[in-house]
């Protein structure tokens, strides 16, 4: 999935919109709404955690409920690997020192609403939050 997404240019001009840097920090709602509603409803099964949720590991966000990740991704900051035994499966590593680049993203919290961003974009995101760090190209 996270492939595809890629090479369908999905994450292009991105914004980073969850930010807890004791926990970890989320993207992975597209710019335009139009497209993420898209992708709402196209889940992916949960993949058996073979690593764990350790800083820099990069994992599909998802619901409470089984198979229901789509586009969302975070990135450990810490050990959260109390994760591992909610099924969060870890598919990447940010490498070398990739971590300090992600160190320095914004930090907004929690304060962009997901149903917001979800339903604007980058509109709302924009107008309000125009700091946010973003990812220009993936």
Not at 12 to 24: E, G, N
Not at 85 to 96: I, R, S, T, Y
Request: net charge neutral.
């Amino acid at each position: 999935r996270f492939r595809t997404l890629v090479e369908s240019m999905f994450y292009d001009d991105s914004r980073f919109y969850r930010v807890l840097p004791h926990f970890m920090v989320q993207f992975g709602l597209n710019a335009d709404p139009k497209v993420s509603r898209q992708w709402r409803d196209k889940t992916i099964e949960d993949d058996p955690v073979k690593v764990s949720n350790l800083p820099g590991y990069i994992t599909f966000a998802k619901s409470n409920h089984a198979n229901s990740r789509t586009t969302q991704l975070f990135i450990n900051y810490v050990n959260n690997s109390r994760l591992d035994k909610m099924d969060f499966a870890p598919f990447g590593e940010v490498e070398d020192d990739g971590m300090d680049v992600v160190k320095k993203i914004y930090n907004c919290g929690e304060k962009p609403s997901q149903s917001l961003t979800q339903g604007s974009g980058n509109r709302y995101l924009d107008q309000f939050f125009p700091e946010l760090s973003r990812i220009v190209t993936a």
